[in-house]
């Protein structure tokens, strides 16, 4: 299927004007689909933190009228069906695919200090939050801990990133939904300067933890439909704490270690597909939330790291509107209840 781009070149507008959204409205009707468009009625939400606010509670930081320390939304502000996506400029483009706010308005869109853009409004009647989390899992934890703090109810989020292709079936374009994922770590007491640290591996492997297979089983079915069965597949994924050293890109710059780690991979793990750097962390985060986050992880290979080839940029804009269209159909099918 193709998707037409009808929305190109929109700014974030990060003007410090200030915006009260109809909150009690949109906690009313944030866990189930929408009836009307009163929730974004009158809605033109920009909203970016211009001022110095104050924060109490050092445990879990919040101005006093309840925002976040870090993402800066509040209760009423985020849905509880979240698509998680790293670059700001994506979380731009897939708003796009939002439903037109009623009455010529937009958006609720709040840009926080620290980078993070929440777009809330509604997929087909349902509201859905789009969050650009940046990159790597401490910026996943600040996503999936502060919209799980303002977010009423059970959440679903599904993360749509770009990664390594690390081998067949693998290949660059492709849509690769995370069945589970392990995280690979560093080990930097393999560089201590004591005697027994040479005995130590340099890089480290966790056990794989499992992403929800009911939202799996969606994105699959809702990918397929939006960009053909043969360009999505699903396997194993590794989330790395460096887009360099753990993900085995070679330098001269750093004593690495890393040379034989793709190899290493492939060899420990025949179904490792993907690289990238936050999916484990939020199946990790939905592991531990005692069921009330449920979480996938899809990406577009962007990167081949046998043939070393990289996906033309001008191609990953319309793959990522038609995995985000996936992304947006199986968060709104998935069930919250
Ligand atoms: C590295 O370039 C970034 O791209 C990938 C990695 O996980 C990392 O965040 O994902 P995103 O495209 O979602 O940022």
Same mark, same amino acid.
């Given at each position: 299927m193709t998707v037409p781009l009808?929305? /190109?070149?929109?700014?974030?507008?990060?003007?410090?004007? /200030?915006?009260?959204?109809?909150? %009690?409205? &949109?906690r009313k009707h944030s866990s189930s689909r929408a009836t009307s468009n009163s929730v974004w009625s009158s809605s033109s939400v920009i909203y970016s933190r211009s001022s110095k606010p104050s924060f109490s509670n050092a445990n879990f930081p919040t101005t006093p009228e309840g925002r976040t320390y870090h993402l800066g939304t509040k209760g009423g502000e985020v849905a509880n069906r979240i698509l998680s996506v790293g670059a700001t400029q994506r979380a731009e483009l897939l708003s796009k695919l939002l439903d037109p706010p009623p009455n010529g308005g937009q958006l609720f869109r709040y840009l926080s200090s620290r980078g993070f853009l929440t777009v809330t409004g509604e997929y087909q009647g349902t509201p859905i939050s789009i969050v650009s989390t940046q990159m790597g899992m401490p910026n996943m934890d600040f996503v999936v801990r502060e919209c799980r703090a303002v977010v009423e109810g059970p959440m679903a989020v599904v993360r749509l990133g770009t990664c390594g292709a690390l081998q067949p079936p693998a290949s660059l374009g492709q849509l690769i939904i995370a069945h589970s994922s392990i995280n690979i770590r560093r080990n930097p007491d393999a560089w201590s300067d004591l005697s027994t640290a040479s005995m130590l591996p340099a890089y480290m492997f966790t056990l794989p933890v499992q992403a929800d297979p009911h939202i799996v089983r969606l994105l699959a079915e809702e990918a397929s439909s939006t960009m053909g069965a043969s360009n999505v597949i699903s396997g194993l994924n590794a989330t790395a704490d460096s887009f360099y050293s753990s993900q085995g890109r070679v330098g001269g710059n750093f004593?690495?270690?890393?040379?034989?780690?793709?190899?290493?991979?492939?060899? /420990?793990?025949?179904?490792?597909?993907?690289?990238?750097? %936050?999916? &484990?962390?939020?199946?990790?985060?939905a592991r531990c939330s005692g069921g009330r986050v449920r979480a996938a992880g899809m990406c577009l290979a962007l990167a081949d790291r046998k043939s070393n080839e990289m996906l033309e940029y001008a191609r990953l804009e319309q793959l990522e509107v038609e995995a985000g269209l996936a992304a947006l159909r199986a968060l709104i099918k998935t069930d919250l209840d």
């Open positions: 009808h929305l /190109k070149g929109y700014d974030i507008q990060c003007n410090g004007q /200030k915006y009260v959204p109809s909150s %009690e409205n &949109f004593d690495d270690r890393n040379e034989g780690l793709i190899e290493e991979m492939c060899e /420990k793990y025949p179904d490792m597909v993907s690289l990238e750097m %936050e999916t &484990f962390h939020l199946l990790d985060m």
